[in-house]
C-alpha cells in the first residue's frame, strides 16, 4: 500500500477548511494535515510538514494564496470564490493544476482529487525517459479532461489491472487504479459489454444491489 498523499488546506473561513478537511480525508489514498488561515502559516507549514498537494484560497488575511503556491514549487489546486478571469488566469499561469470556483459541490473535489491521483501514478514509474504518450496521458490527467485515444485505452488497461486481485465494486477498482469512481464505473460497464469482465449483483441487508466485476 503506497502512503497517503499528504495534502495542507490553506484557507481563512475556518468552517470551509474544516469542509475541505473532511473531504481530503474521506478520499481513499489522501490525508489532510492540520489546515492553516493565512500565508505565514502556510509557510511554516509547507517547510515542516512537507505537504504533496496545497489546496488554496486566493485572498488571505496576509498575502496571496496564488503567490504562496507559487513560491512553494509544491502541487496546488486553487480553490477561490474569485471568479473573475485575470484571477483564473494568473492561478493557471502560477502553475495550478486546477482552479474550482466556490461554493462548489463535494463531488468537484473528489474528482479532481481522484484525477491528481492517477497523475501522480502516472509520473511515478521508473522509466529513464517519458514517451509523448506518457506525458499526455499525465497532463490529461492532471487537468481532469476527457481521455481520448491512447489515454482512455491506458485508463481501461489500468481499471482491467486493478481486478487482478479478485472481485471488486466500482469504488474498490477506482481505488486501485487511481482514478474517478465514475471513470472506473464507465470503463467497468464498456469492459463488461466486451466480455473482458464478468458483472454479478451482491444484495445487502437494505437498499440497491452492489454490481461486482471480476475477470472471468
Not at 502553475?95 to 473528489?110: R, S, T, W
Not at 464507465?186 to 444491489?209: E, I, N, T
Amino acid at each position: 500500500m503506497t502512503d497517503p498523499i499528504r495534502t495542507l488546506i490553506v484557507d481563512d473561513d475556518f468552517r470551509v477548511s474544516g469542509i475541505h478537511r473532511d473531504l481530503v480525508d474521506a478520499h481513499p489514498g489522501f490525508q489532510a494535515l492540520p489546515p492553516v488561515r493565512d500565508a505565514a502559516s502556510a509557510r511554516r507549514a509547507i517547510a515542516e510538514m512537507e505537504p504533496q498537494l496545497l489546496l488554496l484560497d486566493v485572498y488571505l488575511p496576509d498575502g496571496d494564496g496564488i503567490e504562496v503556491g507559487r513560491e512553494s514549487g509544491v502541487d496546488r489546486f486553487v480553490l477561490s470564490a474569485a471568479a473573475d478571469a485575470a484571477t483564473v488566469r494568473r492561478a493557471i499561469g502560477s502553475g495550478a493544476l486546477q482552479v474550482i470556483l466556490k461554493p462548489f459541490p463535494p463531488n468537484a473535489l473528489h474528482d479532481r482529487l481522484s484525477a491528481y491521483a492517477r497523475f501522480r501514478n502516472l509520473l511515478a514509474r521508473d522509466e529513464t525517459a517519458l514517451a509523448q504518450d506518457d506525458v499526455d496521458r499525465a497532463l490529461a490527467a492532471a487537468r481532469g479532461g476527457i481521455e481520448q485515444g491512447p489515454a482512455r485505452d491506458e485508463t481501461r488497461r489500468l481499471v482491467l489491472a486493478a481486478l487482478a486481485g479478485g472481485e471488486a465494486s466500482a469504488a474498490e477498482a477506482a481505488e486501485r487504479a487511481g482514478v474517478s469512481r465514475a471513470t472506473a464505473q464507465r470503463h467497468l460497464a464498456a469492459l463488461a459489454a466486451q466480455g473482458a469482465v464478468a458483472v454479478s449483483l451482491r444484495y445487502g441487508s437494505a437498499g440497491r444491489p452492489e454490481h461486482r466485476y471480476r475477470r472471468p
